[in-house]
């Protein structure tokens, strides 16, 4: 799904009204779930007509995914500067800590995002396009891993630097739908430490 093309020059007022009509979609779509909102209450929650709507995106479709791409950008930033601090090698359990101090664990977000992966999962464009942004953040973890070895062991059944990344990512993914269920963002971040220490190390070192 290409984002809507913006032609000419982008007025300071057209990138407010952008970035209002967003965070009116997000706690909307938080409230009632993808699929249940309409454009118009979208424009009533941002205080836009439809006409404002429509000079930014095409379709609640597009603006969903501006929504998922501006979160999934954070996330991978995070990630990424949180892994940069280590030399050569990797201070698993001290890259963990970073990791989990900073990584996005906002409940909206993750009801937002799995309301996006139901819709993904049933139109295969859509599943195209979200598998792009989190392959991203697999190769954000993969080439850090990548520079760690020969300094940092990592346990032989990860095999290489891409498929640990693929455990890693499969790990929040598990934390993140139990804390939809629990609502327990500190245990959340204590278990994702725990588990992604265990999984990068032999098991044996603790935070």
């Known amino acids: 799904m290409v984002p809507k093309a913006v032609t000419g020059r982008v007025t300071r007022r057209r990138v407010h009204t952008r970035a209002n009509l967003l965070d009116a979609a997000f706690a909307v779509f938080a409230a009632k779930g993808f699929g249940r909102v309409s454009i118009e209450e979208v424009c009533e929650a941002a205080g836009y007509s439809r006409g404002a709507?429509?000079?930014n995106f095409d379709s609640l479709d597009e603006l969903f995914f501006a929504l998922y791409r501006q979160r999934a950008d954070l996330i991978a930033e995070q990630?990424?500067?949180a892994?940069?601090?280590d030399g050569p090698g990797l201070d698993v359990p001290a890259a963990v800590e970073r990791v989990t101090e900073v990584l996005l664990l906002d409940r909206d977000w993750l009801l937002v995002k799995t309301d996006f992966l139901v819709h993904a999962a049933r139109d295969p464009e859509v599943a195209r396009?979200?598998?792009e942004y989190r392959a991203r953040l697999r190769r954000a973890i993969a080439d850090r891993l990548a520079r760690a070895r020969g300094h940092t062991a990592l346990p032989a059944v990860l095999g290489d630097a891409e498929e640990a990344a693929h455990a890693v990512v499969a790990a929040y993914d598990g934390v993140t739908t139990q804390l939809l269920l629990d609502r327990d963002a500190a245990g959340a971040r204590l278990w994702?430490?725990?588990l992604l220490t265990?999984?990068?190390t032999d098991g044996s070192t603790r935070q």
């Open 79 to 81: 990630v990424s500067a």
């Open 198 to 200: 265990a999984l990068l």
């Open 129 to 131: 396009t979200l598998l």
């Open 53 to 55: 709507f429509y000079s």
């Open 192 to 194: 994702l430490g725990q």
């Open 83 to 85: 892994l940069a601090s």
